[in-house]
């Protein structure tokens, strides 16, 4: 069974950071082929893409934290990163990683089939 965990959620002041780690079980992001993002969600609101990284170490982002996020993997400890930077309110939400086995590197939620239970990330101003 393919399990997510998240941690590193937290509460900080715009212009803070916090560094977000999601730890995959059952599945070898060594043995390649997939994809794994980060999405957010906010009361009210539709869950949206973040970031995304490919097996191959491809990666994309969100417009509004381009400049500001950065996605990482290391096979070695079978987890995903998220480096986030220069937070803003409106980066408050609920953020998920989630997994694509079939490495289609998108954004868009349905292409995912295994998602982490999400971890609090609030900024005030």
């Known amino acids: 069974q393919v399990q997510l965990v998240e941690s590193g959620g937290g509460s900080v002041q715009s212009g803070g950071s916090l560094t977000l780690d999601c730890v995959v079980s059952g599945y070898r992001l060594f043995d390649g082929g997939w994809s794994m993002a980060w999405f957010r969600q906010a009361p009210g609101k539709q869950r949206e893409g973040v970031a995304v990284?490919?097996?191959?170490?491809?990666?994309r982002y969100r417009n509004t934290v381009r400049d500001r996020f950065h996605i990482s993997k290391d096979n070695a400890k079978n987890t995903l990163t998220l480096q986030m930077d220069s937070l803003k309110p409106e980066d408050t939400a609920t953020y998920y990683c989630?997994?694509?086995?079939?490495?289609?590197?998108?954004?868009?939620?349905?292409?995912?089939?295994?998602w982490g239970q999400g971890t609090q990330v609030t900024v005030s101003s």
């Open positions: 989630a997994l694509d086995r079939g490495g289609r590197g998108m954004l868009d939620y349905y292409w995912y089939d295994t």
């Open positions: 990284i490919e097996s191959d170490g491809s990666t």
